[in-house]
Structures are given as structure tokens and as C-alpha cells.
């Protein structure tokens, strides 16, 4: 159960940085369309470097450990 809550987390810190990146882009003057599509590239960039530093070269199991811990809020993903 905790890593179906991990998952969970990842997936909406995700989308809660793609919602930050795209209003900012809005707010700086561009266009919303454009803005939706930029902040999917970065946020994409964003999560490799994030899923890179969490996970690494690590095995499965270690991986399933891991999003656990995220669940449990003892892994911060930033």
C-alpha cells in the first residue's frame, strides 16, 4: 500500500510542476498553448533528474523500497 502511495506522490508532484511552470510562463506573457506544451518539456527534464537522484542504478526491489518510502514521507523526492 505504501507504494501505491508513492507512486501517488510522484505523479502529483509531477503535475503540481507542471502547473506551476506553465501559469509562470503564462503570467511572463506566453501563449497559453505554448506555455502548456514548454512546461511539459521541462517537467519532463525536471522528473528524469529527480527519478535519477532517487533511484539511481538501484535494482527493482530497491526501487519498490524506495517509492514505500516516499509513501511513507521518510523520501523527499526534492
Not at 28 to 46: E, F, I, N, R, Y
Not at 51 to 74: C, P
Amino acid at each position: 500500500m505504501m507504494m501505491k502511495k508513492g507512486v501517488k506522490k510522484v505523479a502529483l508532484a509531477t503535475l503540481e510542476t507542471k502547473d506551476l511552470l506553465c501559469a509562470a510562463m503564462i503570467d511572463a506573457g506566453v501563449d497559453p498553448k505554448q506555455a502548456l506544451l514548454a512546461s511539459t518539456v521541462a517537467t519532463k527534464a525536471h522528473v528524469d533528474v529527480i527519478i535519477d537522484r532517487v533511484f539511481g542504478n538501484q535494482s527493482a526491489a530497491d526501487i519498490t523500497h524506495g517509492l514505500s518510502e516516499v509513501g511513507r514521507g521518510n523520501l523527499p523526492l526534492n
